[in-house]
T-cell receptor, first 113, second 112 residues
């Protein structure tokens, strides 16, 4: 079964708005989480990561929030741009093994002008 | 710049054939991974390697094999291609186990 899932398979936002993409995980061994962006015909591209000893991490225009109590993380994109249109998915990792225990299926983000 | 490259980018073959997909990275990363990506599924781990001569089975390893004779390469072999193995295959590498994986641009494999 899918232990990492996304609440919304498709998200449409207007340019300039903020976007929030959610992800649930279920594996208690997961202690490291990664958000990837995937454009059509390309491989996943690393966006931001967060370790389980943190609740929040910020990057350039992106913020990841981790709620371990409910096993949920989210990706916030500020001032969404057309170039942000892509599929976004999260990965839960057990850093002892180093490989992703599960990848979400992805949310398609569409930014409209 | 360091990178990870996969070849070929597209391949069509017939059932029963042996197929090898190449993955080459120039980051000198110890860890390398192979995934397949199918509609309705997230990326699923096929095989992975923590270093030269080390290989491990992932979630969907049946029908696939890998070998790691040097740091840079982890070729994926389909011993006898089946139509169920039609997919997009991604190779990835990471410096350490607790570091993000960097992906190639994939190989689209069609088995007829």
């Amino acid at each position: 079964g899918e232990s990492v899932g996304l609440h919304l398979p498709t998200l449409s936002v207007q340019e300039g708005d903020n976007s929030i993409i959610n992800c649930a995980y279920s594996n208690s061994a997961s202690d490291y989480f990664i958000w990837y962006k995937q454009e059509s015909g390309k491989g996943p591209q690393f966006i931001i990561d967060i370790r389980s000893n943190m609740d929040k991490r910020q990057g350039q225009r992106v913020t990841v929030l981790l709620n371990k109590t409910v096993k949920h993380l989210s990706l916030q994109i500020a001032a969404t741009q057309p170039g942000d249109s892509a599929v976004y998915f999260c990965a839960e990792v057990d850093s002892n093994s180093g490989y992703a225990l599960n990848f979400g299926k992805g949310t398609s983000l569409l930014v409209t002008p | 710049d360091a990178e990870i490259t996969q070849s070929p980018r597209h391949k069509i073959t017939e059932t029963g054939r042996q197929v090898t997909l190449a993955c080459h990275q120039t980051w000198n990363h110890n860890n390398m991974f192979w995934y397949r990506q199918d509609l309705g599924h997230g990326l699923r781990l096929i095989h992975y390697s923590y270093g030269v001569q080390d290989t491990n089975k992932g979630e969907v390893s049946d029908g696939y094999s890998v070998s790691r004779s040097n740091t840079e390469d982890l070729p994926l072999t389909l011993e006898s291609a089946a139509s169920s193995q039609t997919s997009v295959y991604f190779c990835a590498s990471s410096e350490n186990r607790g570091q993000p994986q960097h992906f190639g641009d994939g190989t689209r494999l069609s088995i007829l």
